[in-house]
């Protein structure tokens, strides 16, 4: 199974800040990973597939990028609605398994 | 637009079996796989498996090999998911989503709302 890790685990950020979180799989997985967003007892929400590419109805401060091993989500101008966990999920193969999550909360 | 609307909360003994649905609308039921993801409380995202409604295959993570069934009605857009010989640690929310796959990019587009199960004797 591909094992995915991401950095940091927690992450703690004002409104209007600029973050980043890191996601690398065990093996090569080229561009097939995916981003969601989850928020507290909701289900996940899709924001990047294919490592950058946005999901329709995403706002743009979302971007993706990465390829192989090593991939990152970035938040530009940081909005009080994206404070939530955050996972990776690899796409490549079969268990399509995900990160362990990056809570982000509010300075 | 599309929904999937999953069956509600269930409470199980250890060793029991449970059987929970995903009914899909809004689009072409047999055009798109269903997978199911689960979360235990307070963890991350755990994928379970997969099944295409149209011929009804299925692929399983090895962890569920043996215990875990998925089956479909394709007669009212439904997705089944049946585990067995349930254990706490299968307590935990468990959703399915549609797999839309764009470009053979997998990715999951749209989720249930969640279904908690309960494992306590």
């Known amino acids: 199974d591909i094992q995915m890790t991401q950095s940091p685990s927690s992450l703690s950020a004002s409104v209007g800040d600029r973050v980043t979180i890191t996601c690398r799989a065990s093996q090569s997985i080229n561009i097939y990973l995916n981003w969601y967003q989850q928020k507290p007892g909701k289900a996940p929400n899709l924001l990047i597939y294919?490592?950058?590419s946005l999901q329709s109805g995403v706002p743009s401060r979302f971007s993706g990028s990465g390829s192989g091993t090593d991939f990152t989500l970035t938040i530009n101008s940081l909005q009080p609605e994206d404070f939530a966990t955050y996972y990776c999920q690899q796409s490549s193969s079969a268990p399509y398994t995900f990160g362990q999550g990056t809570k982000l909360e509010i300075k | 637009q599309v929904h999937l609307v999953q069956s509600g909360a269930e409470v199980k003994k250890p060793g029991a079996s449970m059987k929970v649905y995903c009914k899909a609308s809004?689009?072409?039921?047999?055009?798109?796989?269903i997978h199911w993801v689960r979360q235990a409380p307070g963890q991350g995202l755990e994928w379970v498996g997969i099944i295409n409604p149209s011929g009804g295959s299925t692929t399983y993570a090895q962890k569920f090999q043996g215990r875990v069934t998925m089956t479909r009605d394709t007669s009212t857009s439904t997705v089944y998911m049946e585990l067995s010989t349930l254990r706490s640690e299968d307590t935990a929310v468990y959703y399915c989503?549609?797999?839309?796959?764009?470009?053979?990019?997998?990715?999951?587009?749209?989720w249930g709302q969640g279904t908690l199960v309960t494992v306590s004797s």
């Open positions: 294919a490592a950058s």
């Open positions: 809004g689009y072409t039921f047999t055009s798109y796989y």
């Open positions: 989503a549609r797999d839309g796959s764009i470009n053979y990019y997998l990715s999951l587009d749209y």
